[in-house]
């Protein structure tokens, strides 16, 4: 029986690498080609006119990459950080009204995106910080936020505060007993909340385009004018680089925050 589940378990992994991995071939096929007419099975040209628009054109990969990523992690880091303070605040210390808390987190993703950007970019415009990066930082924030939330108030519900407390009575500092005894319990959580945040104000569009106001520029902002504009082959390069710039950031602080927990169990 044991090894019938184990054999179905591998087939159903293989099935969705196959699933994620066939979409993603189609995609990296398309940035290299010329002509690919229906009902054509493989590309009839290829041509590396969309690379070359990617590195030399009017919006050059690496102030793109460099926007994009720095936006995104200001926001996963807010984002994360502003989750564990205020789930400590409602799973451990019981603030008053926690439970309008609670719900109020979950308000952006109740609300149409269209109706919250628009709302948001009157009050940009009201303080002074529409077409601002601190504008935008602060919309996808209250995007991204919701998220982060929901998975740090599981992680802190579950790992409670008794061993932090025990640090406490046997001497130590409140901060270095949450450095030391909870933070390692939490780093899943974190990296979880980080990544989500980050993703989420990665592929943000509409939200960057009204607070930025086309003066922000990253990858989605340029992204999906070519998918309306039904040019498939920059849409496609443009969607490999999206695609692995953002893989490539979550293995860095995977490996950066698995270095924290081997020095914190040191």
């Given at each position: ?7 179905v378990?591998?087939?159903v992994?293989i ?7 066939i ?6 096929l398309?940035s ?12 009839q ?11 030399f ?32 605040a ?5 603030v008053?009204?926690?439970?309008a808390?609670r719900y109020?987190e ?16 009157v ?5 002074g910080?529409?077409?601002t ?20 108030s599981?992680?802190?519900a ?5 061993l ?7 001497g130590?500092?409140?901060?270095r ?10 780093l899943?959580?974190?990296?979880s909340s980080f990544?989500?945040?980050f993703i ?5 569009y ?6 930025g ?16 504009s039904?040019?498939?082959a920059?849409?496609s ?10 893989l ?17 169990q040191?």
């Amino acid at each position: 029986m044991r090894t019938n589940k184990k054999g179905v378990m591998h087939a159903v992994l293989i099935l969705t690498t196959v699933i994620i991995l066939i979409p993603a071939l189609v995609i990296v096929l398309w940035s290299f080609t010329g002509k690919w007419p229906w009902p054509h099975i493989a590309p009839q040209t290829w041509t590396g006119r969309t690379w070359h628009e990617l590195l030399f054109g009017s919006s050059p990969l690496p102030g793109l990459l460099g926007s994009s990523v720095l936006l995104a992690s200001i926001v996963a880091f807010l984002s994360t950080v502003i989750a564990v303070m205020t789930a400590r605040a409602t799973e451990i210390y019981r603030v008053p009204g926690r439970t309008a808390i609670r719900y109020l987190e979950f308000l952006p993703m109740v609300v149409p995106g269209t109706v919250f950007a628009m709302g948001f970019q009157v009050t940009l415009i009201r303080i002074g910080l529409n077409d601002t990066m601190t504008g935008v930082v602060l919309v996808h924030l209250v995007c991204g936020l919701p998220y982060a939330y929901a998975i740090m108030s599981d992680m802190i519900a579950a790992a409670g505060n008794a061993l932090e407390e025990q640090a406490q009575v046997l001497g130590a500092p409140a901060g270095r007993a949450f450095l030391d005894v909870t933070l390692p319990q939490l780093l899943p959580g974190i990296l979880s909340s980080f990544c989500m945040s980050f993703i989420i104000s990665y592929s943000q569009y509409f939200t960057t385009l009204l607070a930025g106001g086309g003066k922000i520029k990253t990858i989605a902002l340029v992204l999906v004018p070519y998918i309306q504009s039904g040019d498939r082959a920059l849409s496609s390069v443009y969607s490999v680089v999206f695609v692995g710039s953002a893989l490539l950031v979550f293995a860095v602080f995977e490996s950066i925050l698995k270095k924290m927990n081997r020095n914190l169990q040191a």
